[in-house]
């Protein structure tokens, strides 16, 4: 029996709160499951104002459009990220900056950031990758210093934070300026496609309204704040759907428990790698930085051992996956004339990721994960056993 | 009680389909209910390639993209029409070009279209208003002549045709180049939010697949035709989530039933002012339209006319709304420096609709409606009848 990478978490309320949201006449955009969700996330995070999207990649687009991101702007991000990072931004004219990652962690390096810096630079972009903050403060301290915005790419770090200097700790998505969160069905918390906008900066409270509503100034005039709404600014239909909101609302109802499921697993993953299987780079989490149980990865020496692991964990029905392309070498980033980024080429060729959603059972996962490595071990691979006892220890 | 304006219809079947799609492990974009809508658009109206979205406004954002609109190009559209229309092509840098509607009929004046083409025009969008079809002929003719591109706003017009000088009748959203359709919640057949791309020209078929995938050639991959996926152009995060498509296909299933049932309100609500409340201008079905049922309006003498109208029937509960402001006279649209446009103007202020759902109690509707015009007729209102017997006859 093969095990799935991934299978959407239900938590058995999903149907019913869809069902009262047909009964209650509205399965359009911002109804009564729209604002439960913003208030939870409001509540729980203390975010300024959320707004639920269509996808993160929808939140993004809001995020350029609120920036005012015109042709000749720079936005720096790193090149080991999902396509949507950059092309919500190059839909609005941007030139993308990539930064590379860190070697210790595929987060984009905070101290090649102003290096990246020109008179043209608006914003820099934070990808939390597998849920772990990028190095925040000094993210923030840099963008401070050149006057620039902070859109953290929170897709994959839900109730995920960032530690500061004193311990205090941050949630992700409620640091930059602006933050975007996804819902898609592979991410901790899920509604099929779906995303959220985060507007932490007061300045963009009033028009990210109107940029959700199709351009328009409908909540305000349904606030009574205007005598009739019209055509007012760009923007598009972002609104998520009450269904998904109302399948959204039951798993955040659950987040606590979805979440320490989703980190026991994690957790048990990374026991067995550190004492058993010792071949991989484990993940690091950096010590500003929390574990929202939602990704585990490895990394491979090489790209032939990666593809030696993938296949032998695909012949025992185990589907590991490997992901993102460096954005920076691909055929629409090599137009922005990058250089070499050693270490989001390194992740692209060496990382991969094992199945991980709450359902999952364990043992049957690690007995097909031996079987699949001791194939590999005994087989054409020729991996080595290193000295891989420290988490997230780098190989160079 | 009151009669609401619109009330979301449910055949049944879509909790079904919804549970069904996450039984399946699939609530995600692309699933199995999304190739069974597609394939039921492709089946039954011939069109070339179907392609869910999140919203009509993403289909006609996914149009603007395939058209390669860059700042400067020319894009010719009716003013009396939803934001989103102008919107999705002001995104990509589009000057608009508004067009006036006719003076029978709130579709774009066709013999106006030729005046307002430069040499920087690029497409036009015919917006098929109550689902009723703009003179196509007329329009591809024009467009033909002028090597332009057409883009058909069908997002009222599920299931309605433009009958040619032949009687061959041609569903709409299958005739442009390309064809954007809405399931909104309030439209003949939903799905919550959602819309649908028809792609009917082969040059933007491959291109359209690789934009809805967020700029990625995933799907191209998946067919296995290339060997590996990743970033190849613009696009973004088009795909409706298999919850929405579930509960679209249990819809689609039932569409000659929902069409039949809205067509016999319409038609009912139509012998009504016809004969007992004349002082209305009744919707005018021209001889190359079908009727989908989908929008009752009726149109007044004036604006002052209309808020009593409106009045009156709030004051009995009857939900009548008016829309749509002439996006030339907008914020946004006066910044394209249009001349005045009569006819739009005219139905922004005159026209108003009346409830219209599957479900709708007609008598208890015309009780309402009764009552609510003859406090209108009998007080402040001072409408007279007039002679309307021709429908559609224009006021001037």
């Given at each position: ?282 993940p690091n989490v950096p010590d500003w930085a929390t574990n929202n149980g939602h990704m585990y990865y490895l990394v491979c020496e090489s790209l032939e051992k990666r593809t030696l692991a993938l296949d032998a964990l695909k012949s025992v029905g185990v589907g590991a996956v490997f992901h993102y392309q460096n954005l ?69």
């Amino acid at each position: 029996m093969k095990i799935q990478f991934n299978k959407p978490y239900k938590t058995g309320k999903e149907l019913l709160y869809i069902e009262d949201a047909i009964e209650r006449g509205k399965i359009s955009g911002n109804g009564h499951y729209t604002q439960e969700c913003h208030s939870f996330f409001e509540k729980r995070y203390g975010f300024r104002k959320c707004l639920l999207t269509t996808s993160c990649t929808d939140a993004l687009e809001m995020a350029a459009i609120l920036l005012d991101i015109t042709p000749g702007d720079e936005v720096i991000m790193p090149a080991y990220t999902f396509v949507s990072t950059a092309n919500a931004f190059v839909l609005r004219g941007a030139t993308i900056v990539f930064c590379d990652s860190r070697s210790d962690h595929p987060n984009m390096n905070e101290e090649l950031i102003e290096g990246l810096i020109t008179a043209k630079t608006k914003a820099i972009v934070a990808v939390h990758y597998a849920g772990m903050a990028c190095k925040m403060d000094a993210i923030m301290e840099i963008a401070d210093r050149h006057g620039l915005f902070v859109v953290e790419d929170a897709a994959q770090a839900v109730d995920s934070y960032f530690v500061d200097s004193e311990g205090q700790k941050h949630p992700l998505g409620g640091i930059g300026h602006l933050g975007a969160f996804s819902f898609h069905e592979t991410k901790n918390i899920i509604c099929g496609e779906g995303g959220m906008l985060v507007v932490n900066d007061e300045r963009f409270e009033k028009r990210s309204e109107i940029i959700w509503e199709k351009g328009t100034n409908r909540t305000a005039f349904f606030r009574g704040e205007v005598d009739k709404y019209g055509w007012v600014d760009i923007g598009s239909s972002f609104l998520m759907s009450e269904l998904n909101a109302a399948f959204l609302l039951a798993q955040l109802e659950n987040l606590d428990e979805i979440l320490q499921k989703r980190r026991h697993i994690w957790e048990t993953y990374d026991d067995f790698f550190a004492s058993e299987f010792t071949a991989f780079l484990r993940p690091n989490v950096p010590d500003w930085a929390t574990n929202n149980g939602h990704m585990y990865y490895l990394v491979c020496e090489s790209l032939e051992k990666r593809t030696l692991a993938l296949d032998a964990l695909k012949s025992v029905g185990v589907g590991a996956v490997f992901h993102y392309q460096n954005l920076s070498s691909s055929k629409m980033g090599g137009g922005f004339n990058q250089a070499q980024l050693d270490q989001a080429e390194r992740y692209t060729n060496c990382l991969f990721r094992l199945p991980l959603f709450p359902e999952l059972d364990a043992e049957k996962v690690f007995l097909k994960l031996k079987n699949g490595l001791l194939i590999e071990k005994t087989g054409s691979c020729k991996l080595e056993n290193n000295d891989n006892s420290r988490t997230g220890k780098p190989i160079d």
